[in-house]
């Protein structure tokens, strides 16, 4: 097959992707009053909520509301997943089956308002634990999400993507982790470079790399002055806007 078969066969996946998307939206909708009190109740305006039924990608935290005030689990709504048992509607895990998980700003916010100390006032969204299964294997009880926004790990993670990031404290090893660097908030890949130095590293290699002594980097708020903190370690990632 050609470049040009595999762009069209890609393009039209898309498409598909988007169709059915948008008419499990509308089924959704049609099963939980209509488009007026979905809005009331998902907090989403209604011209949004339009715009999503004409075609427009879902915002996350938008996919959130909406799957809550509809009834229907995330996954379902926005990738398809849990096929229903029934024949008119789709499947959905019980109070049991939703945990609460931090969202937290963009990767541009400030290093310090990521600190678990400083979560007082986070919003937090409802997963299903199903669907963390699937994506991460298992689940971990120190969990937040968070969006990407610049394309400095691209192909690995791309912008828009939303990443899981563990941040319990450990032992820092190589892997894709959220971190402060003089309280700028970036998402890189951190390796070692020999026993007293870290590679801080984009898999996007038009940007440079840089290294950091291991006696300049801590996790979380452990060390006082240091030049990079992490925040946390990336264990999973998923791409809603198909």
């Not at 169709?19 to 499990?24: L, S």
């Not at 009834?71 to 789709?90: I, N, T």
């Not at 007082?120 to 409802?126: A, L, Q, W």
């Not at 070692?192 to 996790?219: E, G, H």
């Amino acid at each position: 097959m050609d470049n040009i078969s595999k762009q069209k066969l890609n393009s039209s996946e898309e498409d598909i992707g988007k169709e059915n998307r948008i008419e499990r939206l509308k089924f959704a909708i049609q099963k939980a009053g209509g488009n007026k009190a979905v809005s009331q109740n998902s907090g989403v305006p209604l011209g949004t909520l339009n715009n999503y039924l004409a075609g427009r990608n879902m915002k996350l935290d938008a996919a959130i509301r909406l799957a809550g005030a509809c009834g229907v689990s995330l996954e379902w709504l926005a990738l398809g997943k849990e096929e229903s048992s029934h024949s008119d509607y789709p499947a959905m895990g019980g109070e049991g089956d939703l945990c609460m998980l931090p969202w937290l700003p963009a990767e541009s916010a400030a290093g310090h308002a990521l600190m678990p100390h400083n979560w007082e006032h986070t919003e937090e969204m409802p997963v299903s634990r199903r669907f963390l299964l699937e994506i991460l294997g298992f689940i971990p009880h120190h969990l937040f999400m968070m969006r990407v926004r610049g394309d400095s790990m691209l192909p690995s993670i791309r912008p828009q993507d939303v990443i899981f990031v563990n941040y319990k404290p450990e032992q820092i090893e190589p892997g894709i982790y959220v971190l402060s660097v003089n309280g700028l908030v970036l998402v890189k890949r951190l390796g070692l470079k020999d026993p007293r130095t870290y590679m801080i590293m984009s898999d996007n290699k038009d940007y440079q790399d840089f290294d950091v002594a291991m006696d300049d980097i801590c996790w979380g708020a452990a060390v006082p002055d240091v030049e990079v903190r992490v925040i946390g370690k990336v264990i999973g990632h998923i791409r809603l806007d198909s």
